[in-house]
Structures are given as C-alpha cells and as structure tokens.
C-alpha cells in the first residue's frame, strides 16, 4: 500500500519565482494538508484540502494557495519566492470520517537562492 | 503556539527503555495527546495517542497522568533505528480534520 508520495524531492529556485508542490495521498485518504518546515523547527501548518476546497488555514501570506483534485492528489503553489521561503515543505493525508493519526510523505525540500 | 513542553534532547542505551515526557499543562478536557516522531530527512511517523487511559500499541506505550497534566512516551526496548525527533501534540480528535501544532520537540539520540 502506497503512502503519501511528493515531488519532486528536491527542488533549487531563484528569488521571485513561482513553484508547483505535488502529494498524492495515501489510498483510500481524502483529506490533504501541507506543512512547512525550516530546519531545526517542527512543522507549521499551511492548510488542509477537503472535498477540493480550503478547510484551515495558517498564518501563512496569500503567496501560498493550493489545490485539491478529484482523484484527491493536491498542489501547494508559492508565488514570489523569497529567501525565507526555504524549507522542507511536507504533505499529509488522512480520513476525514475515521482513522487515526496523519501520514505524512518525506517532504519536498525547496532552496530559494 | 505549542501547548505542550518537552526537554529538547535525551540519550538512551540501546536496548534500555526510553522514557519521554511532555508537559501540556493547559491542555483541554476534549483534547487528546499525540506522539509522533521524524526520523532524519523523513516526514513524520504516528506513534499513538490518548486521551486519559494508558495506551499500548506495536510501537510504544502512553502513560497519561490522573490530571492530565503531563504524558510519558516509552519506548520498552530503545533501538538505533529509534533515534530520531519526537513530538508531543495536544489535539482535538486531530486524526482526521484538526491542524497539528508542532513543537520544537526532543531529539532522542540512542547510543550502542
């Protein structure tokens, strides 16, 4: 059974551009959320996705939007990069009716130079 | 802000038990506590969660206090492969739609 897969794992990018994070869920999860993590932190919350809509949102600037599709897979869009914006950016899926505990996949981790 | 409090680092002997404790002091009659651990350039794992009895699964033991005040996770037979970040969460049934708020955590280092 698959977890929750991210790509790419590595990504290099130059101060005002844009990137495209993508998860796909864990089978059978219908719930997404995306965290950021800068290094020697733990994870801050981004938002999570349901139903292809926004449910929660962090304190997190309208630069990062994101999407859920209908397959449940999800994108984290970052709009004009900055510095600060490096980090290991973690997606989580989980059952929105049931279950117990996230699974989060191995982050993707993003270098803004 | 976290709503619980954790000592930021502890070794342990392989082999030995690892005992880490979480302060939650404030936490709410609703809320559970999570552990959850990050071994290194890997997402976080679940580990197990309470919400005022003992628990025990594959992985590790809940020790909850009577006031709720505080937790103790235990790791009865401490590994190399256990080294790792772990996290103490207080969340609303966080299993399935509530945000976790992370802390900074304690990082256990076992030791042959």
């Known amino acids: 059974d698959a977890g929750v897969t991210q790509s790419p794992t590595h990504l290099i990018k130059t101060r005002g551009q844009q990137v495209t994070l993508r998860c796909s869920p864990k089978s059978g999860h219908d719930t997404v959320s995306w965290y950021q993590q800068a290094l020697g932190q733990g994870p801050q919350f981004i938002f999570q996705y349901y139903e292809e809509e926004e449910r929660q949102r962090g304190n997190f600037p309208d630069r990062f939007s994101g999407h859920q599709f209908p397959n449940y897979s999800s994108e984290l869009n970052v709009n004009a990069l900055l510095l600060g914006d490096s980090a290991l950016y973690l997606c989580a899926s989980s059952l929105r009716a049931g279950g117990y505990g996230y699974t989060f996949g191995s982050g993707t981790r993003l270098t803004v130079v | 802000d976290a709503k619980t409090t954790q000592p930021p680092s502890m070794d342990c002997a392989e082999g030995r038990a690892a005992n880490l404790p979480c302060n939650h002091s404030?936490?709410?009659?609703?809320?559970?506590v999570y552990w959850y651990r990050q071994i290194h350039s890997q997402g976080p794992q679940y580990i197990i969660h309470?919400?005022?009895n003992n628990e025990t699964n594959e992985m590790a033991s809940l020790i909850i206090t009577e006031d709720r005040k505080s937790s103790t996770l235990i790791l009865p037979h401490a590994t190399l492969r256990d080294t790792a970040v772990y996290y103490c969460i207080v969340s609303p049934r966080g299993y399935n739609t509530d945000k976790l708020i992370f802390g900074t955590g304690t990082r256990l280092q076992v030791f042959p």
């Open positions: 309470g919400l005022k």
């Open positions: 404030t936490i709410s009659g609703n809320e559970y």
